[in-house]
């Protein structure tokens, strides 16, 4: 166990979810990310500057947070209240003087323990549904001393475990993770370099070379099972050149490997996490995607070369 490094940043714990691998699941979000896609739908994640998020809904106007904010980044406006994130240093004097916690910090430090103990509780969801434990973000990786202690913990208590990543790590990072995962979630977006850096800021070639040198390598056989997922994103990867791209890649590099291919269909969901910290997003009013669409799209997933079994689509609104 990793001692030196007991805690972690973490944005978000989400439990009962049925999107992030088999069964019913607890998943650990991650504060920091390695990508920044310019569709992100946990945009608290990318930035890992400690801040406060107001929750409109919670408000009931007492402007008690306003009185004890030194540093004078909470403001008034017609719409409401906001958050300077550059004056905002995530003192947390705000959510502390809120009576409905409509002011809450952006991430909390957890550490292990109490970690642990919370996603322990649904213990009997896990068994009854083959579900488990998540662990995504963000992204992990970038907190692996603390992710691999957590995920190594949660297999010593006997809770399945699953890594969400997107691949832009060190390939000695993500083996030393995936030696305490289950499964393995792995983000594909784009297979045009070009298209890949203008939408995420970085390149194909770490997340492309972490795939093959792990399950496609001469120890392939003792990596965890995989699950891909590709995010369907209107304009960008939601097109049947971009989907059948992907597809050839993994059924010429990775072919058995590969368990199941998920395509996640584009949702505006986030949109209002976009207007508590102030950001705009490329995305603001974009409508979600239908199930002529989505079928489409699964269609030329399924004539790419892979297994037409391993296509499944996931996401609010799916049909199963």
């Not at 907190?143 to 390939?171: K, M, N, R």
């Not at 369907?232 to 791209?245: K, Y």
Request: proline share 5%; charged share 20%; with cysteine.
């Amino acid at each position: 166990m990793h001692e030196h490094r007991q805690q972690a940043r973490i944005f978000s714990v989400q439990r009962m979810s049925t999107e992030d691998g088999p069964g019913i699941r607890t998943t650990v979000f991650f504060e920091g990310c390695s990508l920044a896609c310019d569709w992100c739908h946990n945009p608290e994640s990318i930035d890992r500057q400690p801040r406060a998020i107001w929750h409109g809904w919670k408000c009931m106007a007492c402007d008690s947070c306003l009185a004890v904010c030194k540093r004078g980044a909470i403001e008034r406006h017609e719409e409401g209240l906001r958050v300077d994130a550059q004056r905002c240093a995530g003192c947390g004097a705000c959510s502390d003087a809120c009576p409905t916690t409509a002011m809450e910090p952006k991430a909390l430090v957890r550490d292990l323990e109490s970690l642990l103990a919370e996603v322990a509780r649904d213990r009997a969801y896990y068994d009854r549904s083959g579900g488990g434990v998540t662990v995504s973000g963000g992204e992990p990786t970038l907190q692996a001393p603390f992710v691999q202690a957590f995920l190594e913990a949660c297999q010593a208590a006997g809770l399945h475990t699953t890594l969400d990543t997107c691949g832009q790590c060190g390939t000695e990072v993500l083996r030393s993770l995936i030696s305490h995962a289950d499964l393995v979630l792995y983000d594909l977006k784009l297979m045009d370099e070009d298209s890949h850096r203008q939408h995420t800021g970085h390149g194909l070639a770490r997340i492309l070379g972490n795939l093959e040198a792990i399950w496609a390598g001469d120890d392939a056989g003792s990596a965890p099972p995989l699950w891909i997922r590709t995010p369907l994103i209107p304009g960008v990867t939601a097109t049947p050149a971009g989907v059948q791209a992907i597809g050839r890649f993994l059924a010429e590099r990775l072919g058995d490997r590969v368990q199941r291919w998920e395509l996640c269909a584009f949702n505006n969901l986030c949109q209002d996490k976009y207007q508590r910290l102030g950001l705009d997003w490329a995305y603001q009013g974009q409508a979600s995607m239908g199930m002529p669409e989505l079928e489409v799209l699964a269609q030329a997933a399924r004539a790419s070369g892979v297994e037409p079994s391993l296509v499944h689509m996931s996401g609010p609104g799916v049909q199963s």
